[in-house]
């Protein structure tokens, strides 16, 4: 049995500062669309069916208000310890995490694709344990768990030599990746 999970990266960065009108990518006005909120709709209408939990992370902010230190990777959620989110709430978790941060500097993508290789190998020593384990024919195995990381981004990227060590370690492993 195959589970498919979206884990969702946001770059809060101030990357998404623009020099139009709108002056930032991202708007806490609900009633205005913008770019991540149309992403984070197309993900929902389309895992909707087939997985009804996402992971939800940030990065490229101060994820606690009057906080100086630039976060690499933030839990969108506001718990530091559950990034699950019901995937059709996502545009409204988007929403909340925007409220809480405030945008910095530099732009990171490493650890965003470091807790998706994490995620992805736990999935596959937790599938090949319970694989090994015949002798519990009677009990439902794991299923393996394939992870699908979209990273919407404004397009900057302080770390690319990271990010790419942690891209290599991508192959073998039931991860997809897209960035946006």
Known sequence: MLEVVPMIGIDYSMSNLTFDERKCIHTVNEDRPNEYRNLLSAV????????????FYGFG????????EVSD?????????????MTDSLE????????RCELGAPVKFSKVVAKAVEFAEHSVEHFLD?????ERKYEVGHALTYFVVYIFCAGLIDDFGETMAQLAKVINLPISIVMI
């Open 44 to 55: 929902s209408k389309a895992y909707k069916l087939i997985s009804p939990t996402s992971l």
């Open 61 to 68: 902010a101060n994820s606690v208000k009057h906080v100086t």
């Open 73 to 85: 990777l933030f839990v969108g959620t506001g718990d530091l310890l559950n990034p699950i989110v």
């Open 92 to 99: 409204k978790e988007y929403y909340s995490c925007l409220k």
């Open 130 to 134: 319970e694989a090994e384990g015949e």
